[in-house]
């Protein structure tokens, strides 16, 4: 008989959903949503939907597998576990345990993921990524101005006037924002779309305004000069709670409204009729990750910020800077499950660089690299060097569920469950602030163990089983901690499905901000403390004709690679039919200039790569010279985006830098019918 359990979605996304999930015989039938989560409502996406597809797929790893002679070959568990173990071991002897990398995403939003860290730092400490290709400027750039980077509770914006949503393309990544977008215009608040590309958001809003990518921070600093001149600006909160006004005074007044039009290629009135908007308040500004992954998007961020705070909507109901939600994942003691005190060693590199530290690294060289909850091969920026990288250590181990294009790589490939066979708990930093329950529903197929089992077993052969001489019980109540005292225990959650953290609904209220000087830092002391300019500044993205006129020359148009519709970056790409073929979307004058029509097959390249794939001219607007590839294709499937991206960091350190990007295109075949 076929029954129905609560249960949540682990994938990385703004929504964490709350799922209903039916079983029968062992197997999980189908996925719905549930209808009791305050937030998700019963509504899932078809990436949620189609886990069901992925958990039952014949392309599932069932056994350990070890590459010999260049194929793979299945192992018993005991004998990967003890030949992983031993080189592990001699590695750390031989070059100290730092020339070990662990190689990871975010793939899986269950706080036992975070378990792998653990093991590491038990194991001596290793080689860490730092920084986020994801997110990390506008992270860093709000720990700059507030401190941290905190949102509004979901509600909050039916306390809106104005809602402006920049650079998120939330009717496809943020389902539950969309709906709340509607409801929000039904009751009357005003709808503004920033973003080069007119999408499904664009369409139900007041007003759309396509900017030219990553010039964001030009545009913000028109709206702010507006907003002075008019007068409109909070002065109080200027004055009470504030650092550095002066210095963003100094930094508008040296530029004129026209050049700030022109860099942005948003016109003057349009600039000031979004300055007159985000004074009538409360204006809420939901950011997205689209403008930060730029070279200047860490300043991108802060002149966002600076607007939001100068036009008097920090710490106000219906108002707020919202980028992410940190206050969530902070309510969990990862630290009690992770034991950062047990590093002996640490080495860190960037998340972005990775490979490229990778084949640089001395003293020591990295000898072997472990992948958890990611796939660098298609993920990470710069394929090429990506793939030279991994493949240049002695010893890869990958641990998933698929033979993805970085397990193809590995020496040994560990088959791990999907959410369904494990227990756990899931919660996302970035929009809500639930968590929910995950039961363990049915047993993985063939001998796929989880990633705690695998940590578990390396760490007995390691000689420190005991700590990980737990049970997921313990786990999941040692990661909760100081939560079950405030009620959120795991009996609780068994029962509810999902429960509310204790997490301020309107954030900075108080207007103590977490900043060294407690104020909100137009200047920020952080950002010098680290050797940055603390001042704000107006910084260009690397490969555009002004900072670059020779790349700019060769390579004319702009590429995008945002998220796809229907996969979760690389993650449904083989499930979904009809099979995915490499879309390259462009602009009308694009098509124009170089005589293209709908279906063509051309070549995109740059210095650093290039892909083939079918074009499709944007229907409905975009910036001039914009071309989008969706990312997270497999190479069986045409290949990734990111052979053309650039894993240079952004302006502060910690961020991606994969939308700016030039690049040239040309026809390869006319479709037939052409
Ligand atoms: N369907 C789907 N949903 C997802 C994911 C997925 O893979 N698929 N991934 C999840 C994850 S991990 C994340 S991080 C989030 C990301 O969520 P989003 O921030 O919504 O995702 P992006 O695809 O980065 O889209 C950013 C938007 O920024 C725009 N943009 C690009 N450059 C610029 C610019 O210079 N200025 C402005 N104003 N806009 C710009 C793009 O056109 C796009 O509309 O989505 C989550 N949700
Ligand atoms: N060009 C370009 N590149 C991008 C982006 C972009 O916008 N453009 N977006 C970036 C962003 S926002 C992000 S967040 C990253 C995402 O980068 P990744 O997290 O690397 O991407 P995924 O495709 O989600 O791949 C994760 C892998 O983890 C595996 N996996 C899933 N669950 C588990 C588990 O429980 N255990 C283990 N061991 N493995 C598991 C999946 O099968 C999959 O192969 O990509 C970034 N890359
Ligand atoms: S991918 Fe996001 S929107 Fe889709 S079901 Fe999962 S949490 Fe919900
Ligand atoms: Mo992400």
Redesign the pocket.
Known sequence: MAKVYASAC?L?CWDSCGFKVTVEDGKVLKIDGDESHPITKGKICGRGRMLEKRTNSGERLLYPLKKIDGQFTRIPWEQALTEIAEKMQAVKEKHGSTAVLHSH????G?LL?NLDQRFFNCFGGVTELIGS???GSGIEAQNWDFGDAYSHAPEDIFHCKNIIVWGRNVARTNMHLFQALQKAKKQGAKLIVIDPIFNATAKIADLHLTVKPGMDGFLAAGIMKEILRLKLEDQAFIQDHSVGFEDLKDLLIGVTLEELSQLAEVSEELMTELAKIFCDRPTATFIG?GMQ?YENGGNTIRLLDALVAISGNIGIAGGGANYAHKQVGQSFNTASLTLPEKKEQHRSFTMMEQAEQILAAKSPEIKMIFV?????L????DTNVVKKAFSSVDTLVV????M?D?AELADYVLP????FEEEDIYYSSMYHAYVNYGPKLVNAPGEACS?LWIWTELAKRLGFGEDFNYTREDWIKMGLGALQEKGITLKKLKEHAHLELPVDPIPWKDRRFKTPSGKFEFTSQKAAQKGFEGKLTLALPRESKWSNASVAEKYPYQLL???PLRS????HYHVISPEPKVKIEISKNIAADLQLRNGDYVRVWNERGEIKGYVSIFEQGVHANVINID??IWAKYGG???QL?SSRVSDNGLG?T?YDCLVNLSLVERASGN
């Open positions: 682990p990385n995403d975010y793939a899986n269950g993921k290709i994801c997110w990750l992954r958890t909850c990611g796939n660098p298609t993920q990470v920026p641990i998933d569920q698929f993805t970085t791990t469950t999907t959410a990633d690679t945002i998220h979760n970056h690389s993650q990312e997270g990734t985006v990111n991206t991606s994969l």
